[in-house]
Nanobody, 126 residues
Framework: QALLEESGGGLVQDGGSLRLSCVAS????????IGWFRQAPGKEREAVAC????????SYVASVEGRFTISIEHAKNTVYLLMNNLGPEDTAVYYC???????????????????WGQGTKVTVSS
C-alpha cells in the first residue's frame, strides 16, 4: 500500500500550467524526503524533483528546472508540484514517493518504504 497519494493531473494545452498534490501522513513528511517522478508512455519512470521537508532542500532535474516548483503546506501534510510552461514532452503519469534522502533521487527505482501509488496522469496537448 502506498504511503502517499497523488492528485491534480489532467489535460492541459501546450504552455499551460498544472499543480499536482501529494498528500502524506504527518510522520512521513517529518521522516522522509519526497520525490516526484514521472513515467511517459513506453518509457521508464524518471525522476523530476525532490524535497527534504525537514531541512528545506529542493532539487530539480535539468529538463524541468525553472518550470517546475516544489512547495510544502505542512498544515495539510501536502507537497505540491507546480508545473508551468508545460509541453507535450511532459505528458506522463506523475508519482510522488518517500525517499531516504534526495541525494540519490535521480537514480531511485523504488520508494524507500511502501510502494508506488496510482499516480496522476498529465496530458499536454500540442
Amino acid at each position: 500500500q502506498a504511503l502517499l497519494e497523488e492528485s491534480g493531473g489532467g489535460l492541459v494545452q501546450d504552455g499551460g500550467s498544472l499543480r499536482l498534490s501529494c498528500v502524506a501522513s504527518e510522520s512521513a513528511l517529518d521522516t522522509y524526503a519526497i520525490g516526484w517522478f514521472r513515467q511517459a508512455p513506453g518509457k521508464e519512470r524518471e525522476a523530476v524533483a525532490c524535497t527534504s521537508p525537514h531541512d528545506g532542500k529542493i532539487s530539480y532535474v535539468a529538463s524541468v528546472e525553472g518550470r517546475f516548483t516544489i512547495s510544502i503546506e505542512h498544515a495539510k501534510n501536502t507537497v505540491y508540484l507546480l508545473m508551468n510552461n508545460l509541453g507535450p514532452e511532459d505528458t506522463a503519469v506523475y508519482y510522488c514517493a518517500p525517499l531516504e534522502t534526495c541525494f540519490y533521487y535521480t537514480t531511485a527505482k523504488h520508494p524507500f518504504v511502501s510502494e508506488w501509488g496510482q499516480g496522476t496522469k498529465v496530458t499536454v496537448s500540442s
